[in-house]
Nanobody, 120 residues
Framework: QVQLVESGGGLVQAGGSLRLSCAAS????????MGWFRQAPGKEREFVAA????????YYANAVKGRFTISRDDAKTTVYLQMNSLKPEDTAVYYC?????????????WGQGTQVTVSS
């Protein structure tokens, strides 16, 4: 069982930056691939970024590539999402997720989400 708690959301102007954190419980964090997803009002949840537990390798949605960076600190059992050059269309609730699979396509555990609002 893995519990995930996101933090770091807030209100920021377009062009600004935020860093989201996702703290995970459990001693096997280093064996989990982690992902970030987001859901805007009236829209379906969409993939943002992922990082696996080997190498590690990273994956990004085209909409955030070059602006967002996912990273992990296994000693702190935390995954981060550094978001730069934010746009109003990045406004959403951001969720982190975990899976024991090396290829992070499906996730077993989800956090409660943190709101990110980007004003124009």
């Amino acid at each position: 069982q893995v519990q995930l708690v996101e933090s770091g959301g807030g209100l920021v102007q377009a062009g600004g930056s935020l860093r989201l954190s996702c703290a995970a419980s459990g001693r096997t964090f280093s064996s989990y691939s982690m992902g970030w997803f987001r859901q805007a009002p009236g829209k379906e949840r969409e993939f943002v970024a992922a990082i696996n537990w080997r190498a590690p390798s990273t994956y990004y949605a085209n909409a955030v590539k070059g602006r967002f960076t996912i990273s992990r600190d296994d000693a702190k059992t935390t995954v981060y999402l550094q978001m730069n050059s934010l746009k109003p269309e990045d406004t959403a609730v951001y969720y982190c997720a975990a899976t024991p699979k090396l290829l992070p396509l499906e996730y077993d555990y989800w956090g409660q989400g943190t709101q990110v609002t980007v004003s124009s």
